[in-house]
C-alpha cells in the first residue's frame, strides 16, 4: 500500500524548498474592493497569500502598472465600454476600465499584503501600445519582462502562482512559467477571477493543458 502523491488526491503535503518561489501576481487596490476593476472578493486571498509568503524562502511580485491613456483601456477608444473586445496589432485585446496607473493608490499593493518580504517587483503593461497579463512576456508575445532569466539565474526552477486574477494576469504568467520550463502550481485558493464569458472555466482548461499542477495554500509550508 503506497500513499497517493497524485494531485488529484485529497491531501498533499508539499514541503517548499530553497530553488522555489512564489509567484504573488498584481495584488493592487485597482483589483480589490472599492477599486476600478474590482476582481468580487479578491481581498479573501490575501490572508492565505500571506500565510504562503511566511513558508517561501523566495518572493516576487507582479505590478500592472500602466501609463496614463494605455491601449487596453476602453476609455482610449472612442465609442467603446469596459469588456468590449478590440483587435489589436497582436490580436483580441479586452478593453478595461482605467485602472493600475502609475504612481496612483490604485496600483499600489494592498496595505494588508505582507509585501516586504518580496525580493523582486516585476512591473507589466507600462509599455503605451501592448498590455500583459503575464509576469513573463508582454501580449505581443515577443517582449520579455526579465523574469524567466531572473529566477534561472538564482537557480530557482518550481513556482507556485498566486493572486489577482485567475482568468487574466495569474493564468497567463502560470502558462508562461511553464513555457519557460519551470514546474508551475496554481494554488487555487489563493487566487480569484474577474470572470467574464466564461474566462476562468477557459483560464483553468488552458492551464491544466500547459501542465501546471493545482495545489491548495494550507497544503504548502516549509
Ligand atoms: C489584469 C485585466 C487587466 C489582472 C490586469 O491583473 O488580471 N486584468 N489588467
Ligand atoms: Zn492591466
Redesign the pocket.
Known amino acids: 500500500m503506497t500513499y497517493s502523491n497524485h494531485a488529484n488526491s485529497q491531501y498533499n503535503k508539499i514541503k517548499t524548498r530553497n530553488n522555489d518561489a512564489l509567484i504573488v ?2 495584488v493592487q487596490n485597482d ?1 480589490l474592493p472599492g477599486g476600478s ?1 474590482a476582481v468580487k472578493n479578491g481581498d479573501t486571498i490575501i490572508d492565505p497569500i500571506n500565510r504562503l509568503i511566511e513558508n517561501f524562502a523566495h518572493v516576487v511580485l507582479t505590478q ?1 502598472w500602466h501609463p496614463p491613456h494605455h491601449k ?1 483601456f476602453s476609455s482610449s477608444h472612442q465609442g467603446k465600454k469596459p469588456f468590449d473586445t478590440i483587435e489589436l496589432s497582436y490580436g483580441k485585446q ?1 478593453l ?1 476600465p482605467d ?2 496607473v502609475q504612481g496612483t493608490k490604485g496600483a499600489e499593493f494592498s496595505e494588508k499584503l505582507r509585501a516586504e518580504k518580496a525580493e523582486l517587483i516585476i512591473r507589466k ?1 507600462y509599455t503605451p501600445e501592448i ?1 500583459s ?1 503575464s509576469g513573463f512576456v508582454e501580449a505581443d508575445r515577443q517582449t520579455k519582462t526579465g523574469l524567466s532569466a531572473y529566477l534561472k539565474e538564482r537557480n530557482i526552477n518550481r513556482l507556485f502562482v498566486v493572486g ?2 485567475t482568468d ?3 493564468g497567463w504568467t502560470a502558462i508562461d512559467a511553464r513555457q519557460a520550463g519551470f514546474e508551475t502550481y496554481l494554488v487555487e485558493d489563493a487566487c480569484m477571477g ?1 470572470d467574464t464569458n466564461g474566462s476562468v472555466a477557459a483560464a483553468l482548461r488552458d492551464m491544466q493543458a500547459a501542465g501546471v499542477g493545482r495545489a491548495k495554500y494550507a497544503e504548502i509550508s516549509a
Open positions: 501576481v498584481d483589483f476593476l500592472d487596453s479586452v478595461w485602472h493600475c503593461g498590455d497579463y489577482l486574477a487574466f494576469c495569474v474577474i
